[in-house]
């Protein structure tokens, strides 16, 4: 915690209300493969990978339906 590393700082999981607000924003297509889903059957996703020091804010989240989530490899 006292490394001064922000990644440890920074909470992974995304918050229903922006989850939400970004699927609306998104109109429930997924942004890989371009299909139309509901809410229950998309994740919330990094653009910059939590990983890689994206953060968990609202401008760095993009909802994918579950078989892209899990298919797509750490960029």
Sequence with gaps: LLTGKEKYLSIRAFTEP???KVFEKQKGVCV???EKFELAAMEADH???WSKG???IEDNCQMLCKV???TK???
């Design 54 to 56: 994206g953060k968990t």
């Design 73 to 75: 490899s750490d960029k």
């Design 18 to 20: 922006v989850k939400l």
């Design 47 to 49: 653009i910059i990978p």
């Design 68 to 70: 892209c989530n899990a």
């Design 32 to 34: 890989r493969c371009k």
